[in-house]
């Protein structure tokens, strides 16, 4: 399969999914936000001045990506511009994960990294303290934010609804996290299960710890469950998202 | 001595079926489109048309049956689609992207250069709105858009979905005509489905009917409109009469003081009774009208 084609397709979609108003006035949310949060909560660690960035982030980042990312892949389907893609000589497989691309990980790549990028130039000296903490971090959100997207998508080419989709994401991102909650309240009487599954769920706790360990600060390891919880779910979407629409997807 | 010249198949169906939910969308459809012609997909709401010509795509998947475009399978080769050009009846592209960008990336995506950009946006008539947001333009400019995207990259055939549909007679005329033009001067092959007989009549070089999922009948537009429904219309001025009713996408013939008008099936009375109503408009009292003959209505019966 030639990467050029789906490549151009992402760029065009990229276009239509990140057109303003709308991306560039998140954007410069986002920007204000992570240059408030790194002002206000001066952090003297790389990794606690990511966190502090991105935890008020990510809550951004999902809403978006359910309210624009996949109703808007909702909306292609309804407006037909999908058969659009489909009529270019390139396959289903790269439609899709041009799409996948463009209303998920450029999207949430973006957002992610613009109040990172704003922290890192105004606290530089922190952040040159120890980058690598500071970048895994980051990836832990950027993580938890492709789940999102990704289960996100797969809702939305499934209810072929704008409205539909952007109800049943946003019910996904709460529900993921009263369960999150209930099990991280919990745990204390649930079991030392409950306390994995409580960083498990939410990647950029694991990353955290990786952080910390990288600082040498954390000395107990991560369990196997905690590393592969959140990426096995991305894993299995992604999987079900491009299969079901490589064999099942009809855009009638 | 006698010379034989095949034709390239350019589309070719065999015993396509395709179902949607045990519903039979297309019932062993099979029909060829060869280089350089025009053809003519014709039939009522619901006949299967868009089906057809989406599987023919391989944005569809069929349930049976052989499809060949440009020589390769276009549900596993997606070059198939690499000099097919397309039209969809709702005309729709990225809503907020400029229309050059639209087609300079549609381009990038074909291989084609953005000299090609250029000639498809001359070639559409749309000039003077390339950079504009797709969402901004008329109905006429948007199919007209459309056309300058499915034009991009040199296409040896052109798929059009209803492409006259929701555009007012004036601007249905001039679509018709640039793909008579695109075929004529370019060679570019096309396959045009619409509803609406007479306007596929005016281009087609061959005609394919279909009802409820099935080929009814095909051939060139003698064969397949041998007797169709006519209706002959008397009027105070039968010239300006016969002017209006032209202009509808009626075939018209002027006979003494009345005119004789083809009519593909009852679902174009009413056009018929429009081009009646702006003939009055311009001063025409109308006399009369008698239906003459029909067969087409029969001809579709016989494929349900």
Same mark, same amino acid.
């Given at each position: 399969?030639?990467?050029?084609?789906?490549?151009?397709?992402?760029?065009?979609?990229?276009?239509?999914?990140?057109?303003?108003?709308?991306?560039?006035?998140?954007?410069?949310?986002?920007?204000?936000?992570?240059?408030?949060?790194?002002?206000?909560?001066?952090?003297?660690?790389?990794?606690?001045?990511?966190?502090?960035?991105?935890?008020?982030?990510?809550?951004?980042?999902?809403?978006?990506?359910?309210?624009?990312?996949?109703?808007?892949?909702?909306?292609?389907?309804?407006?037909?511009?999908?058969?659009?893609?489909?009529?270019?000589?390139?396959?289903?497989?790269?439609?899709?994960?041009?799409?996948?691309?463009?209303?998920?990980?450029?999207?949430?790549?973006?957002?992610?990294?613009?109040?990172?990028?704003?922290?890192?130039?105004?606290?530089?000296?922190?952040?040159?303290?120890?980058?690598?903490?500071?970048?895994?971090?980051?990836?832990?959100?950027?993580?938890?934010?492709?789940?999102?997207?990704?289960?996100?998508?797969?809702?939305?080419?499934?209810?072929?609804?704008?409205?539909?989709?952007?109800?049943?994401?946003?019910?996904?991102?709460?529900?993921?996290?009263?369960?999150?909650?209930?099990?991280?309240?919990?745990?204390?009487?649930?079991?030392?299960?409950?306390?994995?599954?409580?960083?498990?769920?939410?990647?950029?706790?694991?990353?955290?710890?990786?952080?910390?360990?990288?600082?040498?600060?954390?000395?107990?390891?991560?369990?196997?469950?905690?590393?592969?919880?959140?990426?096995?779910?991305?894993?299995?979407?992604?999987?079900?998202?491009?299969?079901?629409?490589?064999?099942?997807?009809?855009?009638? | 001595?006698?010379?034989?010249?095949?034709?390239?198949?350019?589309?070719?169906?065999?015993?396509?079926?395709?179902?949607?939910?045990?519903?039979?969308? %297309?019932? =062993?459809?099979?029909? @060829? +489109? #060869?280089?350089?012609?025009?053809?003519? /997909?014709?039939? *009522?709401?619901?006949?299967? !048309?868009?089906?057809?010509?989406?599987?023919?795509?391989?944005? %569809?998947? =069929?349930?049976?049956? @052989? +499809? #060949?475009?440009?020589?390769?399978?276009? /549900?596993?080769? *997606?070059?198939?689609?690499? !000099?097919?050009?397309?039209?969809?009846?709702?005309?729709?592209?990225?809503?907020?992207?400029?229309?050059?960008?639209?087609?300079?990336?549609?381009?990038?995506?074909?291989?084609?250069?953005?000299?090609?950009?250029?000639?498809?946006?001359?070639?559409?008539?749309?000039?003077?709105?390339?950079?504009?947001?797709?969402?901004?333009?008329?109905?006429?400019?948007?199919?007209?858009?459309?056309?300058?995207?499915?034009?991009?990259?040199?296409?040896?055939?052109?798929?059009?979905?209803?492409?006259?549909?929701?555009?007012?007679?004036?601007?249905?005329?001039?679509?018709?005509?640039?793909?008579?033009?695109?075929?004529?001067?370019?060679?570019?092959?096309?396959?045009?489905?619409?509803?609406?007989?007479?306007?596929?009549?005016?281009?087609?070089?061959?005609?394919?009917?279909?009802?409820?999922?099935?080929?009814?009948?095909?051939?060139?537009?003698?064969?397949?409109?041998?007797?169709?429904?006519?209706?002959?219309?008397?009027?105070?001025?039968?010239?300006?009469?016969?002017?209006?009713?032209?202009?509808?996408?009626?075939?018209?013939?002027?006979?003494?003081?009345?005119?004789?008008?083809?009519?593909?099936?009852?679902?174009?009375?009413?056009?018929?009774?429009?081009?009646?109503?702006?003939?009055?408009?311009?001063?025409?009292?109308?006399?009369?009208?008698?239906?003459?003959?029909?067969?087409?209505?029969?001809?579709?019966?016989?494929?349900?």
């Amino acid at each position: 399969m030639s990467v050029k084609r789906p490549f151009v397709l992402v760029v065009l979609d990229s276009l239509d999914s990140m057109r303003p108003p709308g991306f560039d006035i998140m954007m410069l949310v986002i920007a204000a936000l992570g240059a408030v949060m790194a002002t206000i909560q001066p952090a003297s660690q790389s990794y606690i001045l990511a966190r502090l960035v991105l935890e008020p982030t990510l809550f951004t980042v999902a809403l978006y990506l359910g309210l624009r990312g996949a109703s808007g892949l909702a909306s292609l389907v309804r407006q037909q511009i999908i058969e659009v893609y489909m009529s270019y000589p390139i396959s289903r497989l790269g439609v899709i994960i041009s799409i996948i691309l463009s209303r998920v990980v450029i999207p949430a790549v973006m957002l992610l990294a613009l109040p990172i990028l704003i922290s890192g130039i105004l606290l530089y000296p922190v952040v040159l303290k120890d980058p690598v903490a500071y970048l895994l971090v980051f990836s832990g959100y950027l993580t938890q934010a492709l789940l999102y997207g990704i289960v996100f998508l797969l809702i939305a080419i499934i209810s072929r609804s704008s409205g539909t989709a952007s109800v049943l994401s946003i019910t996904f991102y709460f529900a993921y996290n009263i369960i999150w909650l209930l099990i991280q309240s919990l745990s204390s009487s649930l079991g030392s299960w409950a306390q994995h599954m409580a960083i498990a769920m939410k990647f950029y706790r694991v990353t955290y710890f990786m952080a910390l360990q990288h600082a040498g600060l954390q000395t107990t390891g991560l369990t196997l469950t905690e590393y592969l919880f959140v990426p096995s779910i991305i894993v299995i979407a992604t999987v079900s998202l491009v299969l079901y629409f490589t064999r099942r997807f009809e855009p009638t | 001595m006698l010379m034989v010249q095949w034709l390239k198949p350019i589309l070719v169906c065999e015993d396509v079926v395709k179902e949607y939910n045990g519903v039979r969308a %297309l019932d =062993r459809v099979a029909f @060829r +489109v #060869e280089e350089g012609e025009v053809v003519g /997909l014709v039939g *009522p709401n619901g006949a299967g !048309k868009t089906t057809l010509l989406k599987v023919s795509l391989g944005i %569809l998947r =069929r349930e049976n049956g @052989r +499809v #060949e475009l440009l020589g390769r399978d276009p /549900l596993r080769d *997606p070059k198939a689609r690499e !000099k097919v050009g397309v039209v969809f009846e709702r005309p729709n592209l990225p809503s907020a992207v400029p229309v050059h960008r639209i087609l300079s990336y549609a381009a990038s995506i074909k291989g084609a250069s953005r000299d090609e950009v250029r000639r498809a946006i001359k070639l559409a008539g749309l000039e003077g709105h390339e950079w504009k947001p797709f969402t901004s333009l008329s109905a006429g400019l948007k199919q007209r858009a459309a056309i300058a995207h499915a034009l991009v990259g040199s296409p040896s055939f052109i798929i059009a979905d209803e492409p006259t549909s929701n555009l007012d007679p004036v601007e249905r005329i001039r679509i018709l005509n640039l793909i008579g033009e695109l075929n004529r001067d370019h060679g570019i092959t096309f396959l045009v489905s619409s509803h609406i007989l007479p306007e596929v009549v005016r281009i087609a070089s061959k005609i394919v009917i279909m009802n409820r999922g099935k080929v009814v009948k095909s051939g060139t537009p003698e064969e397949v409109l041998g007797g169709l429904t006519r209706a002959r219309i008397r009027g105070s001025d039968v010239k300006t009469l016969a002017e209006v009713i032209r202009e509808h996408g009626f075939d018209v013939e002027v006979q003494g003081f009345s005119v004789l008008v083809k009519i593909p099936g009852l679902s174009h009375q009413p056009v018929l009774l429009e081009a009646l109503t702006n003939a009055g408009r311009r001063g025409v009292v109308i006399y009369s009208i008698d239906f003459v003959e029909a067969s087409i209505e029969a001809e579709l019966m016989k494929g349900g």
